[in-house]
């Protein structure tokens, strides 16, 4: 395996994850996830279907009605990254 494959699937590991923690509720993870993915992440096509899970996790996150004042914090970092 070349370091440019091994790259790509670091890459796909950290959306993935990304993806999990989202779906998991775990959204200050999530975002730590997609930033690291974003890092990665070469194309700009790529870059932006991470901007665009990000906007989706600020969106889920704000339509949780668990939320409590840390992650009431959390929503506001959120929203500066989107």
Do not use: P
Not at 16 to 33: C, M, P, Q, W
Not at 49 to 68: C, M, T
């Amino acid at each position: 395996m070349s370091v440019l494959q091994m790259e790509i699937c670091l890459l796909q590991a950290w959306y993935r994850r990304g993806k999990a923690n989202a779906s998991l509720n775990g959204f200050e993870d999530a975002v730590h996830d997609f930033n690291v993915a974003m890092h990665l992440e070469e194309s700009l096509s790529g870059k932006r279907q991470i901007e665009r899970e990000l906007k989706l996790i600020v969106d889920q996150y704000k339509g949780n009605n668990s939320v409590d004042q840390h992650d009431k914090g959390v929503l506001h970092t959120l929203v500066k990254i989107c």
